[in-house]
């Protein structure tokens, strides 16, 4: 019997997306770090569950598992890799109901291997695509927009 691709990869399984999210954070891209943990600045490493082109650099949206670096912040967690989860970008995407909606800047949470936030609050909005697949997110998120 098979497996769900979820277990498979010790992820979490997300809901479906309830907008058409365009990729615009490749892999090298620096993000800031929107919870408590103590982390300030992220480079992302990989994108995980990405499907890509041959020689294309992997890309991450709104509500997509990347691998990130920490590369500023206290001691304890710089030089770290670990698991995040975007909940802000710039670029605009599209919601189905026709609405454009971008942020002024890329952030993204801290969350542990079973898809737990690791910090007890969230800094800023975050997108409703995100509350919607990361439930533990959506509920320690101050907005949600």
Known sequence: MAKPLGAMKNLPLGKAMTAKVSRSLPVGASIVCADNTGAKELEIISVRGYRGVRRRLPAAGIGDLVVVSVKKGKPEVRNQIMLGVIVRQKKPYTRYDGSKIGFEDNAAVIVSDE???????????????????????????????
Do not use: F, H, M
Request: charged letters at 25%; zero cysteines; aromatic letters at 4%.
């Open 115 to 145: 898809g737990l936030p690791k910090g007890t609050e969230i800094k800023g909005a975050i997108a409703r695509e995100v509350a919607d697949k990361w439930n533990k997110i959506g509920s320690i998120a101050s907005i949600v927009v």
